[in-house]
């Protein structure tokens, strides 16, 4: 367990988590605004969790987890920091499943997370960033405290984002 709120758990992924991963990487919230990442099984997802999470929590200690209900531990998101290249820290990353949007969880369990990095891995600085167009991780960003940048190509992808920032407290 990385963290735990009133309603959450937020762990690392493991293998078991493969249908969940399927099923919130083909949702059209996550198609859009974060990119198809041509996970179309099972197979495919467990490498994602390899590549994508268990590499960086073995090389960095840190990436993104599943974040858990605790009542039922059914899993409802991902929620976790990246390390990119385009950046001098790392970033906040959530994606909830649409059943479960707008009821405070990414809220809940960022925030969470985001004392969890100044005191529990020393951050002095976390960013996070989103499409222009995405208007919930906006005001999301805003309310957990981070100050627009600028924009940037965070991805080097041909893609500008709206770029935040937040220093510890």
Not at 100 to 121: C, D, P, R, T
Request: with cysteine.
């Amino acid at each position: 367990m990385i963290v735990q709120t009133e309603r959450t758990i937020l762990r690392e992924a493991t293998h078991d988590d493969a249908p969940f991963i399927l099923q919130l990487l083909n949702e059209p919230g996550w198609l859009r605004f974060i990119g198809d990442r041509n996970i179309h099984d099972l197979q495919a997802a467990r490498d994602y969790i390899d590549l994508r999470f268990r590499e960086n929590y073995d090389k960095l200690g840190f990436g993104m987890c599943v974040a858990l209900e605790k009542q039922g531990q059914s899993p409802i998101g991902l929620i976790g920091f990246v390390k990119r290249d385009t950046l001098d820290a790392p970033d906040i990353g959530y994606a909830v499943t649409e059943t479960h949007q707008g009821k405070g969880y990414a809220y809940e369990v960022s925030s969470a997370l985001i004392n969890h990095g100044w005191h529990h891995y020393g951050f002095d600085k976390i960013y996070g960033y989103c499409l222009p167009d995405n208007i919930a991780s906006v005001r999301m960003l805003e309310k957990l405290g981070l100050t627009y940048l600028r924009d940037q190509d965070v991805n080097q992808s041909g893609e500008m984002c709206r770029l935040y920032v937040a220093t510890r407290p």
